[in-house]
Structures are given as C-alpha cells and as structure tokens.
C-alpha cells in the first residue's frame, strides 16, 4: 500500500469524471432530483426500521419527485396508519401513497 500513490490515483479518478463530465456538457445538477428521491427512501425506510409500531421489515419504499409509495405486508390498519405519519413526516415527502 503507497498512500502517495493512491491519493494521485484518487485524484486522477477524479478529474478524469470531472473532464468526461465537462465534455458531455453535464452538470452535477443534473442529477439532483434522484439524489433527493433516492435521500428521501432512505429516510423513511430508516426511520420506519425505527418505530416499534410498524413492520419496518415488511414495507418496500419507493419515491418519486418526492411521493413515496409504501407497499408490504402489516399486520393491521394501525400499523398503515403510523407507517404513513413517519413517511410523512420526512423533509421532502409531498404525498404518501400506499399499495
């Protein structure tokens, strides 16, 4: 292992993604609504995980332009309930639909 070596590695990886990016004429903006979908289901899959009221387990997220659709197996209508108060509650989300 060379660390001087892989940070230039590192550095080259990068400016070469830079350069290829520039040559396309794209822009890391680009990219910044899938970013915020993909950040969005990350958080409302972890904080489901972390309520002791839902089946975090047994509920698929998805989300796009920021509605998440939550879909899976619980064991009441309660549990839809919560499941949709935490997806919800999540910066970002517009609206909740469920499957």
């Given at each position: 292992?060379?660390?001087?070596?892989d940070?230039t590695?590192?550095t080259?990886?990068?400016?070469g993604?830079?350069?290829?990016?520039e040559?396309?004429?794209?822009?890391?903006r680009?990219?910044?609504?899938?970013?915020?979908?993909?950040?969005i289901?990350?958080?409302?899959?972890?904080?489901?995980?972390?309520?002791d009221d839902?089946?975090?387990l047994q509920i698929?997220?998805d989300?796009?332009?920021g509605?998440?659709t939550?879909?899976?197996?619980?064991?009441?209508?309660?549990?839809?309930?919560?499941?949709?108060?935490?997806?919800?509650g999540i910066?970002?989300?517009t609206r909740?639909?469920t499957?």
């Amino acid at each position: 292992m060379n660390p001087a070596r892989d940070r230039t590695r590192a550095t080259t990886m990068r400016d070469g993604v830079d350069a290829d990016m520039e040559r396309d004429g794209a822009d890391r903006r680009d990219s910044a609504q899938p970013v915020t979908d993909t950040w969005i289901t990350t958080k409302v899959k972890s904080a489901l995980l972390a309520d002791d009221d839902v089946a975090g387990l047994q509920i698929d997220v998805d989300t796009a332009n920021g509605v998440v659709t939550l879909e899976g197996d619980v064991e009441s209508q309660n549990q839809i309930a919560e499941a949709r108060r935490v997806a919800q509650g999540i910066e970002g989300v517009t609206r909740v639909e469920t499957a």
